[in-house]
């Protein structure tokens, strides 16, 4: 059994510019969510996406949007980007009607 | 929105010793994990527990649903168990801010 997988693993960009992070969920599990975790916070929930349609979403603005794929793969795009932006994105996948998520390794974005 | 508090925030043990870690949280939830964020930011699942007691060797824990809290038992702790633990509620999952642990030889 495959566990979540994030690509990259590490990322630098400066102030304005976009970024696209991706995830491939767990086998068997067709419902991505993502999460910002700020340098010593708990995890932010942003969206969640299932059947390829946004599914919830978290207090964050319309240039953080997502995809997910018929293979339930997903993509978390940020626009104009801030130095705020700079954090630890996590990607976590289930299966509908089992809440229990599992998380992948993380994607490390900093913003200067 | 719902509220997840978690206590205590620091925790320095020796090893050997045993804690308890708590997570309140403010509504009715269908959903209750609690993680293990190792020194690399990877969250390893520890339980699912939206009610009940479960055990997984030196670490257990137990969800009172009804009064809105759960516990996290680590017995004869170790090295190894350093490292932060997040309570986690929702569908989509609500965090705690944590409890920053760290164990000594």
């Known amino acids: 059994e495959t566990g979540v997988t994030q690509s990259p693993t590490h990322l630098i960009k400066t102030r304005g510019q976009q970024v696209t992070l991706r995830c491939s969920s767990q086998?068997?599990?067709?419902?991505v969510s993502w999460y910002q975790q700020a340098l010593g916070q708990g995890p932010q929930f942003i969206f969640q996406?299932?059947?390829?349609?946004?599914?919830g979403r978290g207090n964050f603005p319309p240039r953080f949007s997502g995809l997910q794929f018929p293979n339930y793969s997903s993509e978390l795009n940020v626009n104009a980007l801030e130095l705020d932006d700079s954090a630890l994105y996590l990607c976590?996948?289930?299966?509908?009607?089992?809440?229990?998520?599992?998380f992948g390794p993380g994607t490390r974005l900093t913003v200067l | 929105g719902i509220q997840v508090e978690q206590s205590p925030p620091d925790l320095i043990l020796q090893e050997g010793a045993n804690s308890t870690l708590r997570c309140n949280f403010s509504?009715?939830?269908?959903?209750l994990q609690w993680f293990h964020q190792n020194p690399w930011g990877q969250l390893i699942n520890l339980f699912y527990?939206?009610?009940g007691t479960k055990q997984n060797g030196r670490l257990s824990a137990t969800t009172v649903a009804t009064e809105r809290y759960s516990l996290l038992y680590i017995s004869s702790s170790q090295t190894t168990d350093s490292g932060v633990y997040f309570c986690?509620?929702?569908?989509?999952?609500?965090f705690g801010q944590g409890t920053e642990l760290s164990v000594k030889p």
């Open positions: 527990i939206p009610s």
């Open positions: 509504d009715s939830v269908n959903n």
């Open positions: 996406y299932y059947r390829e349609e946004e599914n």
């Open positions: 976590a996948s289930s299966h509908t009607g089992v809440n229990e998520q599992f």
């Open positions: 986690a509620v929702g569908g989509k999952l609500i």
């Open positions: 086998s068997g599990h067709n419902t």
